[in-house]
């Protein structure tokens, strides 16, 4: 790290200003790529379903008839 700011302090001032707005693009773009690895995780848990008891209710009531069902014969 120390080898870095050697080299850094021996630039000219506008040489400096660039490699500041480099590292400044660098961390915006990594930010970016964070947030959207969060959006894509809020979207995805947003999307699971949730049933009620009354849902639930209706699948077991399903299921029961179901398992009565009797296929016709030939």
Do not use: G
Request: glycine share 0%.
């Amino acid at each position: 790290m120390n080898d870095l700011t050697l080299k850094f302090n021996l630039l000219e001032p506008d040489a400096r200003k660039q490699v500041l707005d480099f590292i400044e693009f660098l961390l915006s773009k990594e930010l970016k790529s964070q947030d959207s690895v969060q959006s894509d995780y809020k979207k995805k848990i947003l999307e699971v379903s949730v049933w009620s008891d009354a849902d639930v209710d209706l699948m077991i009531q399903n299921q029961q008839n179901f398992n009565q069902w009797k296929a016709q014969e030939w």
